[in-house]
């Protein structure tokens, strides 16, 4: 600033006639620093407000910058964990999909073995069936010829034939020998569990009678 209050306060004029009167140009030059240095502080307040506005300001803009650069960077990270999501679940659902297909293969297989073992069973079961109908018939014949020949005996007891005793000593031989032969022509049968009979299916097949097999 070129001008400045004091100056003005100090401005000397030359005097002459019929000029100013010297008090009055006096009184105005104070005035006028006065409003001077009134507009001088004012604009050094303003200055200073300016200064402190600036600053403010750019603490806002490099706040403003730090923040955009944080949300681009949050925005950044929520794709690569939004893409690594997606392809994690989709490792995730393939993985399953594998999973599901081995055990429904393995349930397949499983389910093929047991019709396989229930069949096998099932026949193993018809099998014995008609083995021990057939060793029953067996049976029953044995004995139905027994007790005819038992009646025969009896028949010749009565007609006056060999005595009594000797005739009850052949039947009770007869029987003797009956029994004999039913417990020759017997077999062993063991009762096993279905667990047991389906891992051993030959342990528990009734013994064959030699000459009666069905």
Same mark, same amino acid.
């Given at each position: !600033? ?5 100056d003005?306060?100090k401005?000397?004029?030359?005097? $002459? ?8 140009? /006096?009184?105005f030059? %104070?005035?006028?620093? %006065?409003?001077?240095? #009134?507009? &001088? ?8 407000q300016?200064?402190?506005?600036k ?5 806002? =803009?490099?706040?403003? /910058?730090?923040?955009?650069?944080? &949300?681009?960077?949050? =925005? %950044? ?5 939004? #893409? ?5 679940s989709?490792?995730?659902?393939a +993985? ?6 081995? +055990? ?20 193993? /079961? ?8 057939? @060793?029953?018939d067996t049976?029953?014949? !044995? &004995?139905?010829?027994?007790?005819? +020949?038992f009646?025969?005996?009896? /028949?010749?007891? *009565?007609g006056?034939?060999?005595?009594? *005793?000797?005739?009850?000593? %052949? $039947? @009770? ?9 039913l ?5 062993? &049968?063991?009762i096993?569990d279905?667990?047991?009979?389906? +891992? ?15």
């Amino acid at each position: !600033m070129g001008l400045t209050p004091l100056d003005v306060r100090k401005q000397q004029f030359r005097k $002459a006639l019929s000029g100013f009167d010297p008090d009055e140009v /006096r009184a105005f030059l %104070g005035l006028v620093a %006065g409003e001077m240095e #009134r507009l &001088v502080k004012e604009h050094a307040a303003l200055a200073e407000q300016t200064a402190l506005q600036k600053s403010r300001l750019d603490e806002y =803009q490099a706040l403003e /910058r730090s923040l955009r650069d944080a &949300v681009v960077a949050a =925005q %950044g990270m929520r794709d690569e964990s939004r #893409r690594h999501a997606e392809r994690e679940s989709e490792l995730i659902l393939a +993985r399953a999909e594998l999973e599901a297909e081995g +055990r429904l293969r393995q349930s397949e297989i499983a389910l093929a073995d047991m019709k396989r073992e229930l069949a096998a069973l099932r026949s193993e /079961r018809q099998s014995y069936l008609i083995r021990l109908r057939a @060793l029953i018939d067996t049976h029953m014949r !044995m &004995v139905e010829a027994s007790e005819a +020949r038992f009646e025969a005996m009896e /028949r010749t007891a *009565g007609g006056g034939g060999p005595s009594g *005793g000797a005739l009850a000593s %052949g $039947a @009770l031989s007869g029987g003797a020998l009956a029994g004999n032969a039913l417990a020759a022509e017997s077999p062993r &049968v063991e009762i096993r569990d279905a667990s047991q009979a389906a +891992r051993e299916p030959e342990a528990w097949r009734p013994a064959e009678t030699p000459g009666h097999r069905p």
